[in-house]
């Protein structure tokens, strides 16, 4: 059984990527499974929201959807090589702390660059996403 949310099309499409991400990169099996099938699921929601949008405007704004996925696609997949960097730091180099910091820095950074693209993505779709108030 799944929850039906209102969701806007940044944190949709930023979903959709981590999702992406996991069916390519996770090591074990199930997760990657239980990714393709909540993936899948999802796609089956977009289709649904094309039709709708379809009807309700002129043209469904698909330049930008895929603009934006693209951009989101990137962020999450360095964020990905990012975080993975830091828990085999922390695993096999706890004391370098310098480096570590480095490396949580560059995930705010990046964090605040998906916040940015959800933003302009919600805009194109008319809608208001979240507001981080440390942008």
Known sequence: MHILMKTTMGDFL???TVL???MARCQKEEARVEAKSVYELMLL?????RAQW???NDSFPEEEFQAG????????GELWVLEDEIRALQTN???EVSVISYKNKRIIEKNAARSR???ILDGHFGQ???????L
């Open 14 to 16: 930023d979903r959709l």
């Open 20 to 22: 992406e991400l996991k």
């Open 45 to 49: 929601d977009l289709i649904q929201f």
């Open 54 to 56: 379809s009807i309700q």
């Open 69 to 76: 996925k693209r951009v989101l696609l990137e962020i999450n």
């Open 93 to 95: 180099h706890p004391t």
């Open 117 to 119: 693209a959800k933003r």
């Open 128 to 134: 208001v996403g979240e507001v981080k108030d440390y």
